[in-house]
């Protein structure tokens, strides 16, 4: 199957780097109905960390059930996904393409989801976007 190339929204939630945090967040997302697409979670000091979060739909909801837990949420960002077979290289691949048309990659994150397949969530700066599609020539 071919590559194909998604731009999604994320959102970071800020939660406390304790046990539960991030299960507490998620469970607020799951009980306002929104499907995630991925999730990322690590911490950023002794005291906080942070939840990358990228709904399939339902961004508001999401952010309206993580407020009212308290968390910060900060503003949405925008994101290219990257679903494709996996082998050998294949996110080298794509960060070669984005080098060479001189996109630079802010975030990345990749994964083998499994049965051949791999993902990859890739943020590049906002006046970059249009430049990392047509650099990654993927319908």
């Known amino acids: 199957m071919a590559e194909q190339l998604t731009k999604v929204d994320f959102y970071t939630a800020l939660v406390a780097n304790k046990p539960g945090e991030a299960a507490r967040a998620l469970a607020a997302v799951r009980d306002a109905g929104v499907n995630?697409?991925?999730?990322?979670?690590?911490?950023?000091?002794?005291?906080?960390?942070?939840?990358v979060l990228v709904p399939e739909a339902g961004g508001a909801a999401m952010v309206k059930a993580l407020r009212k837990l308290g968390l910060e949420v900060?503003?949405?960002?925008?994101?290219?996904?990257?679903?494709?077979?996996?082998?050998?290289?294949?996110?080298a691949a794509l960060l070669e393409k984005l080098a060479a048309a001189g996109v630079n990659v802010i975030k990345?994150?990749?994964?083998?989801?499994?049965?051949?397949?791999?993902?990859?969530?890739?943020?590049?700066?906002?006046?970059?976007?249009?430049?990392?599609?047509?650099?990654l020539g993927i319908k």
């Open 36 to 51: 995630l697409l991925g999730i990322l979670g690590y911490k950023t000091s002794a005291r906080q960390g942070e939840l």
């Open 74 to 91: 900060l503003p949405k960002q925008r994101a290219l996904m990257i679903t494709g077979d996996d082998q050998p290289g294949a996110v």
């Open 108 to 135: 990345g994150h990749a994964l083998c989801g499994g049965m051949g397949r791999y993902g990859a969530m890739i943020v590049v700066a906002p006046e970059h976007m249009q430049k990392a599609v047509r650099a």
